[in-house]
């Protein structure tokens, strides 16, 4: 478990700050599936912790919204996960759209990763875009 924090670790210092305001890590697409493809369990292990909580964020916020108006006005659901997917589930799913959007290993690896989920995950009554 100790190897898991010391990826998380590293694979954080890798990205640096962007920004005061709107903090975004310089961890690119690439750099993430970098990471994700990597021999070593424990670079693998930060890697599937990270899009976790990427994973985990975009659904808690979504929750911090209800559709009750008590909070503002509803927001839509952008990534609907099931239940029963796993953390490796979605690094393989994050890795395999990265790879088929070379395009995207430019972008920060937040932007990689919930593009991925949301292509990947659609929401009840999403459509898939063309």
């Not at 709107?22 to 994700?36: D, M, P, Q």
């Not at 990427?54 to 927001?75: C, E, H, M, N, W």
């Not at 990534?79 to 029963?84: A, H, K």
Request: glycine share 8%.
């Amino acid at each position: 478990m100790k190897a898991v924090w010391l990826g998380v670790a590293a694979l954080i210092a890798l990205g640096g700050t962007a920004g005061a305001q709107n903090r975004i890590s310089n961890i690119t697409g690439a750099k993430l599936v970098e990471t994700c493809t990597n021999r070593n369990p424990a670079m693998v292990e930060a890697c599937t912790a990270y899009i976790d909580g990427v994973s985990d964020a975009a659904s808690f916020y979504q929750f911090l919204r209800p559709a009750d108006g008590s909070k503002g006005q509803r927001l839509p659901d952008y990534v609907c996960v099931p239940g029963p997917t796993t953390g490796p589930q979605l690094r393989q799913t994050v890795v395999e759209w990265a790879r088929r959007h070379p395009e995207a290993m430019r972008q920060s690896a937040a932007q990689v990763t919930m593009r991925a989920l949301n292509d990947t995950y659609l929401c009840p009554g999403e459509q898939r875009r063309p």
